[in-house]
């Protein structure tokens, strides 16, 4: 992992806050309620782009969208961190814990690892619904994994609790409106 001063976080949205407010974040998320950040402009304009999407389905209203963007991110400290190299069996279990319970107990402050976009989440709610086999076998679980290796899964960052949220409210914090 990158020294954490060289780490440039994105989080895409079509609300704006000076504050982070975790009460605010969705539960069954990847990993778990929390806000969630990429490394990867893009995949921040994504996120962007789908919340203002889930939000004109709602309102009829086309929203503006922001990108934050965070830099000189702090040192870590003693904030507990969970990190997922890749999308295996360990992180698919953790995801699907988060997705199935509302306050899925892992007591981590920061969680790291791939990111299930909307191709990940159809690739999920085959394997949720069946279509893999058994759910929880290891056989569909290596289907849903196969099906997983050629996508580009990108990397986040979930900030879950107040002690790692100082750290980005302590970094410096740019808004772009896209």
């Not at 976009?117 to 679980?141: E, M, P, Q, R, W």
């Not at 997983?148 to 990397?155: A, D, H, K, M, T």
Request: aromatic share 12%; hydrophobic share 35%.
């Amino acid at each position: 992992m990158p020294s954490q001063s060289n780490i440039v976080l994105y989080h895409g949205t079509i609300s704006e806050f000076q504050r982070i407010d975790l009460t605010k974040c969705s539960p069954y998320s990847d990993f778990g309620k929390g806000f969630y950040t990429a490394i990867s402009k893009q995949q921040g304009i994504n996120m962007a782009e789908r919340k203002r999407q889930t939000s004109f389905r709602k309102t009829q209203k086309l929203m503006q969208m922001r990108l934050y963007v965070y830099k000189n991110i702090g040192d870590f400290g003693d904030i507990t961190i969970k990190r997922f190299w890749s999308a295996d069996v360990k992180w698919l279990e953790f995801v699907l814990g988060n997705r199935r319970t509302e306050n899925f107990n892992h007591g981590y402050d920061l969680v790291i690892g791939p990111t299930a976009d909307d191709k990940t989440n159809f690739v999920l709610d085959l394997y949720l619904t069946g279509g893999y086999g058994k759910i929880g076998s290891s056989d569909a679980k290596e289907t849903l994994l196969k099906q997983l290796e050629p996508q580009n899964l990108g990397v986040q960052y979930c900030f879950l609790t107040d002690k790692s949220i100082r750290i980005l409210e302590q970094s410096e914090k740019e808004v772009i409106l896209l």
